[in-house]
């Protein structure tokens, strides 16, 4: 596709020359002698560069280049002055001009500036592109979200993307917290700015802290130089604070500090620096009970959580497994380039069936390892990890995640009346087939759709 050209100069018999020269190269021009509308084309129509001149009556060339700079940082602007007005054009490259030719030019000079400028122009949008490629990977259309859990979680975004508010992202470990976040940082007008992620358990407090704030050039032994933290790069971005709930008492007081100022020192110095930056945390513990404990802040915790969002584990939302299981061979059958077209039923009824402790990450890590063993084309039960067909595993792993301190005869009855019902589920509803799934008599199932008030929904 041709370029756009947008040539803006008070004299219209230099628009024509300007114009034919361009046009010969193959260029879409369109000229404007009055400035102010030049600025009102820009708004409505797509343009790759612009061609000003410098003096004309209203704006300047000054004024137009400046305009650009703010509102199409990825326009290129070319700058024509009158011969000997130097001094006008070197202040024009300083205030970010592509380049400047003086008048009178020679057609090639013209001719030649324009092409530089435009490839730049087609460079710039190339990586803009990338860059939204990028953005999509993590966009909503990406996330599996079948079931009205992830439904929900997903609304959450929308709602939450467009305010500053800080977000607490809750779930066991596996579930797709830092895919939350990166798709909210996308969805939210900050989606061009940094995206930074700090994961609070990985590393030492004493290191945490000034990868966090950063340092100043010797305020440490080994600080051999200043170095920006976390919270200066993610200037006008997100900061994704992972593994919230490891956080320090020390680091929770600075964070809060951040939280309630926007402003940061560095380590070791003096200087008082504002930043505008989004926080997204993101826990597997239970912060409430952390709380209740005095391991963590409350007015802390108050401050995070203006908004949450609660990831539901995988085994309840078993309807999002087919998806994700397919979503995921796709990715590694393309990444490991081999032929896999899907599961077998009884492979897919081992998948749904499963506990996942691991949640998303231990099912793509399952998927992932089907696609470099599967022996077929198709991946079949055999094909599976053998924990994933462990009954008794299953069963061991599902107690593991009760809470401590139950009481055994509330218990029972809970799991006897969760089974009940997702039996009657499974079944859809019809009595006799469920009685017989779970080994009962007739008699006995309409007893406990009593006992567990589910007899009005039997067929
Ligand atoms: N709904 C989903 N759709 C597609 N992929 C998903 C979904 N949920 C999770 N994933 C993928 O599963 C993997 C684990 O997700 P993620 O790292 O976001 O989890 P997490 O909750 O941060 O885990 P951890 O607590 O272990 O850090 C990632 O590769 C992610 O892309
Ligand atoms: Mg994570």
Request: charged share 25%; proline share 4%; with cysteine.
């Amino acid at each position: 596709m041709p370029a756009n050209i947008l040539v803006l100069d008070d004299e219209k018999n230099y628009l024509l020359i300007l114009e034919s020269i361009l046009e010969d190269e193959g260029y879409n021009v369109t000229t404007l002698s009055d400035p102010e509308m030049g600025l009102a084309y820009l708004e409505e129509s797509e343009v790759d560069l612009v061609l000003t001149d410098m003096k004309m009556p209203g704006l300047t060339g000054q004024d137009v280049l400046a305009h650009c700079k703010k509102n199409y940082p990825h326009i290129p602007v070319l700058i024509m002055t009158a011969f000997g007005s130097i001094e006008a054009a070197v202040e024009a490259m300083r205030i970010g001009a592509f380049d400047y030719i003086t008048k009178p030019f020679a057609n090639e000079e013209l001719v030649l500036s324009v092409s530089k400028a435009e490839q730049y122009a087609a460079t710039q949008q190339e990586n803009i592109r990338l860059k939204r490629e990028i953005r999509d990977r993590y966009s909503k259309g990406n996330i599996i979200a079948r079931g009205k859990g992830m439904q929900q979680v997903l609304d959450m975004v929308d709602r939450a993307a467009p305010s500053r508010s800080t977000v607490l992202i809750l779930g066991e470990s596996g579930t797709g917290k830092e895919l939350i976040a990166r798709a909210l940082h996308n969805a939210s007008p900050r989606c061009d700015e940094a995206f930074v992620t700090v994961n609070c358990m990985a590393l030492n407090p004493g290191v945490l802290e000034s990868e966090l704030f950063g340092h100043e050039k010797g305020s440490f032994t080994g600080a051999t130089a200043m170095r920006k933290g976390r919270f200066e790069q993610a200037n006008k971005g997100t900061l994704f604070l992972d593994e919230i709930g490891e956080l320090t008492p020390e680091l929770q007081v600075k964070l809060l500090r951040v939280l309630q100022e926007h402003q940061i020192e560095r380590v070791g110095g003096t200087e008082t620096m504002d930043v505008d930056i989004r926080i997204v945390a993101a826990t597997n513990k239970n912060l409430q009970e952390a709380v209740s404990k005095g391991e963590f802040r409350e007015d802390l915790f108050y401050r995070l959580n203006v908004v949450s969002i609660f990831m539901p584990p995988l085994r309840e939302r078993r309807e999002d497994i087919p998806l994700l299981a397919a979503h995921f061979l796709d990715k590694y059958t393309k990444e490991n380039q081999v032929e896999i077209g899907g599961f077998s039923a009884a492979a897919m009824d081992y998948l749904t069936a499963y506990e996942w402790p691991g949640n998303v990450r231990q099912l793509e890590n399952v998927v992932e390892r089907c696609t470099v063993l599967a022996r077929t084309d198709t991946v079949d039960s055999d094909d599976l990890p053998p924990e994933i067909k462990d009954e008794e595993a299953q069963f061991k792993s599902a107690v593991d995640l009760l809470p401590s301190k139950l009481n055994l005869a509330e218990t029972m009855d809970k799991i006897e009346g969760a089974l009940v019902k997702r039996a009657l589920v499974q079944c859809e509803f019809v009595q006799v087939k469920a009685a017989e799934m779970l080994g009962l008599s007739k008699s006995n199932l309409q007893y406990k759709l009593k006992k567990y008030e589910l007899a009005g929904k039997a067929l």
